[in-house]
């Protein structure tokens, strides 16, 4: 298998990187291009070395471009003086093949978009690729199913509904967990590290039944009993229609990357 090279090394490509290490992909074969000097350090750390763009001219190894959808232009076009045909997998939300391949003269170009639990080797990876990319699809599929696993997508603009939906799923969790972790909080006496322990088992027991193929409404009657405690907070939240609002968020993030890709 190839090298990579994270053109951007913010932290997608850290956690990327953190999940390819940690499934036996050897640090000599990762490297990353970043002006930001936060960025340098951290990776330098992480004992991975930072090479200089004219090093790209080389085509044994693969280009990951992680960059803002703002930035992503100006990187392909100093990408392609260097190297007109990189075999390309893209990072960046919202930005289509075919911008990309404007800047370029016969290049392999796929997308990807990953998640940052990649770096707990629990990534999800949407991947698309045009036909005529095939071997850098099946590369990308084998560097993402190192830190996770990946979704194939038959049609780009799909990438939108996973990102609104995956992408940045992790985050609508989080502000869910905040509530958690200030109710636990008070129970644990201010334990920090001990509410951190609670709320990880208690997502690793939600976890096991999703694994178990137990079906949600399924898993709420196991919980739920009649006018008891927990059909009074469902009920709470149903009335209140936080699953809407939920779904809500949801579909603005979809058409917010739907914008971005109008966009360029």
Do not use: W
Request: charged share 25%; net charge positive; with cysteine.
């Amino acid at each position: 298998m190839k090298g990579v090279v994270f053109f951007g090394a913010g932290n997608i490509s850290q956690s990327i990187m953190i999940g390819l290490i940690n499934n036996g992909f050897q640090k000599k074969y990762i490297n990353f291009i970043d002006r930001n000097p936060l960025n340098n350090k951290i990776i330098k750390k992480m004992g991975i070395k930072p090479i200089d763009i004219k090093q790209l001219t080389k085509n044994n190894h693969h280009i990951i471009l992680a960059v803002k959808p703002k930035d992503a232009i100006q990187a392909c076009n100093q990408i392609a003086i260097i190297n007109n045909k990189p075999n390309l997998i893209s990072l960046v939300a919202g930005i289509k093949i075919k911008t990309i391949k404007s800047a370029f003269k016969n290049p392999a170009i796929v997308r990807a978009m990953p998640i940052t639990s990649s770096a707990y080797n629990k990534g999800i990876t949407a991947i698309y690729g045009n036909p005529g990319s095939n071997d850098l699809i099946k590369y990308s599929k084998k560097i993402f199913d190192k830190v996770g696993i990946s979704l194939l997508l038959e049609k780009e603009k799909e990438i939108d509904n996973f990102t609104g939906l995956i992408g940045s799923g992790p985050a609508y969790f989080f502000h869910i967990l905040k509530v958690y972790e200030k109710r636990v909080l008070k129970l644990s006496n201010g334990d920090k590290q001990l509410t951190n322990k609670i709320i990880s088992t208690f997502l690793d027991g939600i976890s096991a039944s999703v694994k178990d193929n137990v079906g949600f409404d399924e898993a709420i009657k196991k919980i739920a009993s009649k006018k008891g405690t927990t059909e009074a907070g469902i009920n709470s939240l149903i009335s209140n229609n936080v699953l809407e609002l939920f779904e809500k968020g949801i579909l603005n993030a979809i058409k917010r990357s739907k914008e971005i890709s109008d966009e360029y």
